[in-house]
Each structure stands twice: as structure tokens, then as C-alpha cells.
């Protein structure tokens, strides 16, 4: 991650030593810390080294980062990119001042929009940028973004530090995250082939992962629960930990199972906009899903959630993931070998319906979410 600041509107050195500002200022005078910079880069060369993998060396510090899709052996790929932030989950991490796994979320949100596509994410850069530069703060960040690629499988090989005074209040900072995968031709889903009748099998979230967290902070502050004290919905936690626990990477085990040969025809990443804007992404016109909210199991904070903020079930499944971190469209054959290898990799999965020919709705319900 190459600290990259700008000279002063671009102006050149003066060579006439009388029209020199008399101030005698400095760059760090005005906000702007380079040795901090500096020492960010050194600090985090260790996390992004563990990141290594065929096609990048994981080294940085340059003007650009470098990747060798035939190294990473393909051989007529074509290119999936993806780009997203964490949202105001920041703030949580902000306010509280734990940094560790928000790096982690950054990552999960590019890459689980990678892995729908069909394609393996192959390399990942962040935008971090804040007031005022905190090495340890960054450091930390940065740490948990390494993490994220490590469980996802991909290189962090670049990124850019802005500190910029003026632009954010205080500890404030804001994350952006970039990612780059590829998958060989005719391989990308979903497939052209998903049809009526075909299974849907539900992968669990860790819980919100990184959407409506406006409105979560909004429910905290009406329940008057301060972020250190214990999560009602999770015994052992303070209420910050349970909410700041980082989204989860379906990479892997998604991609072990699609090399597998299991007929997996479609993935939804189910993040904002839930069940209901979500999946209609992944569907042809003329077939919609229909799902069964009695075989999901949903997290104890969604209930917490619900209760206090008075949300009926339909927010609640265009808000948040109510548990399910994926959804997966699978022949019908092929569902239970699906479940199977997904439990055996650590996921927890089960079947929550099928394919329908489409008469109205994109998604139909039966049953109730377990508030």
C-alpha cells in the first residue's frame, strides 16, 4: 500500500529563494503526516507479504500492483471485478476503537460479489482514508484487510493511505475495497441452463455482516444499550463485539465445490436489499424463487433487532440477511452433495426451496422467520 500525496496544486519548486513563504510551513504543519505514512507502509509489508499467492509476489510500495493470470493458471480467462465498502459499521468500530476485523468485512463485501459470478478473486486493493493518519489504527485495519484475503484466497497487492485534514471529524476514517477476479470462458454464472425445479440451498451468515447498520445504530440507540455493555442476543460479548463480528467469506468452499462438478447454477450474495432485491439479480425473467423461512435458522441478534426496532418480517427480509449469506440455485441431484460438502468445509447449509416459473412476485414466501 504506497502512500501517494499530492504537492500542493501541482506547483513546481521555486528557485528564487525570496518568495519563499516566510511562514517556513510544512506539509505536516497543514495536517498532513508523510514519515507517518511512511511507517504505515513498513508496518503493514508482513500482513500483505501473507498474502501471497501464484500470479502475485505480495510485495508493495510502488506506483502500481502487478498480477500474472497465467501464472495463476488460466488460460482464457475473462475478468469479474467488484467494488464496495463497509457502510456505517465503521462507526461502530470508530467509536468503540476496535479496528481488527472491519479490514476483514472490506474484503468479504468484493469478494462474495466475485464468487457469484462463477470466478475465483485473484487480487484485492484498498482506499483508506482519514483526518488525521494513526499508525496503529491503520496498521490494524490493514491487518484485518490481509486477513481477508488470506481466507479468501486472493493478494493484497495495493491500495492507497489518504490523510486528509479537513475532510473527516476527528478519528472518523471511510474504506474502500477492490477487487479482481477471473474465470475461464463459458464457466461464469449463473449457468444458462437453471430452471424451474431447481433446489435452493441456504449458506449461514455470521450474523448482519455489512448492510443496514444505519438502521442498527438507529435500534441501539432507542434500546439505550451502550456499545461495552453485554449483547442481550449473545451471552459473553459486549453489544460493539456481537455487532462488529466480520462478514463471512463464502470464497473457498463455494469455489471447491464448483471445481467439484456439483451443479451449482446460481449464487446470490444476499446483502442489502435482502431476500427480496437480491436474489431477482441472479434469476431470468420467467423464474422466480420461492423460499420456506421455516428451515432458516435466524441468528438470536435478528430477533433483537426486530423486537426493538418493531420491524415486521417484510423489512426484515428487504433489510438484512436474516441468516442466510448466500443462497444457492443447485440441480436437484446435486442438493444434498451440496449440503454435504458445504458442512464438511464448515459452512452450515440446508435446503429453503426451489425454483417456480414466474406468475407475479420474483420471490414468494411460505412460513415465518423464528424471530
Known amino acids: ?78 475478468l469479474v471485478a467488484a467494488n464496495d465498502g463497509v457502510g456505517t459499521k465503521l462507526k461502530i468500530a470508530i467509536d468503540t476503537g476496535n479496528h481488527s476485523t472491519i479490514g476483514q468485512d472490506l474484503v468479504a463485501m468484493c469478494v462474495n460479489d466475485i464468487i457469484v459470478q462463477g470466478a475465483e478473486p485473484l487480487f484485492f486493493l484498498d482506499y483508506f482514508a482519514t483526518g488525521k493518519l494513526d499508525v496503529e489504527q491503520g496498521t490494524a485495519i490493514v ?139 441472479v434469476l431470468p425473467d420467467h423464474l422466480a424463487a420461492h423460499v420456506d423461512l421455516n428451515a432458516i435458522t435466524v441468528p438470536k441478534v435478528f430477533g433483537w433487532l426486530s423486537h426493538v426496532g418493531g420491524m415486521d418480517t417484510s423489512e426484515m427480509l428487504r433489510t438484512f440477511n436474516c441468516g442466510v449469506g448466500m443462497l444457492v440455485a443447485v440441480t436437484p441431484e446435486d442438493a444434498e452433495k451440496l449440503v454435504e460438502h458445504l458442512t464438511a468445509a464448515g459452512e452450515t447449509a440446508s435446503i429453503v426451496g426451489k425454483l417456480t416459473e414466474r406468475t407475479g412476485e420474483p420471490v414468494t414466501f411460505e412460513g415465518a422467520l423464528s424471530l
Not at 29 to 43: F, K
Not at 240 to 247: D, G, K, R
Open 143 to 281: 491487518s484485518g484487510i490481509a486477513e481477508g484475503c488470506r481466507i479468501a484466497g486472493c493478494a493484497l497487492i495495493g491500495g492507497e493511505t489518504a490523510e486528509m485534514p479537513g475532510m473527516y471529524h476527528g478519528n472518523d476514517y471511510d474504506l474502500a475495497g477492490f477487487a479482481v477476479g477471473a474465470a475461464e470462458r463459458g464457466a461464469l454464472l449463473p449457468r444458462p441452463d437453471i430452471a424451474a425445479g431447481d433446489t435452493l440451498v441456504a449458506i449461514a451468515s455470521s450474523g448482519v455482516h455489512s448492510n443496514g447498520y444505519s438502521l442498527v445504530r438507529k435500534i441501539v440507540e432507542i434500546s439505550g444499550i451502550d456499545w461495552f455493555m453485554d449483547a442481550p442476543f449473545a451471552p459473553g460479548q459486549s453489544l460493539s463485539e456481537a455487532l462488529l463480528t466480520p462478514t463471512r467469506i463464502y470464497v473457498k468452499p463455494l469455489l471447491a465445490a464448483l471445481k467439484a462438478g456439483i451443479g451449482i447454477k446460481a449464487l446470490a450474495h444476499i446483502t442489502g436489499g435482502g431476500f427480496i432485491d437480491n436474489i431477482p439479480r
Open 1 to 78: 500500500m504506497a502512500l501517494r500525496t499530492l504537492s500542493p496544486n501541482g506547483s513546481k519548486p521555486m528557485s528564487d529563494p525570496q518568495n519563499l513563504t516566510p511562514n517556513g510551513l510544512s506539509y505536516k504543519q497543514a495536517g498532513v503526516d508523510i514519515d507517518a505514512g511512511n511507517a504505515l507502509v513498513e508496518a503493514i509489508k508482513p500482513a500483505v507479504r501473507s498474502t501471497r499467492r501464484p500470479g502475485a509476489d505480495g510485495e508493495i510500495g510502488g506506483f502500481g500492483g502487478l498480477f500474472d493470470l497465467k501464472a495463476a493458471g488460466f488460460t482464457d480467462p475473462v
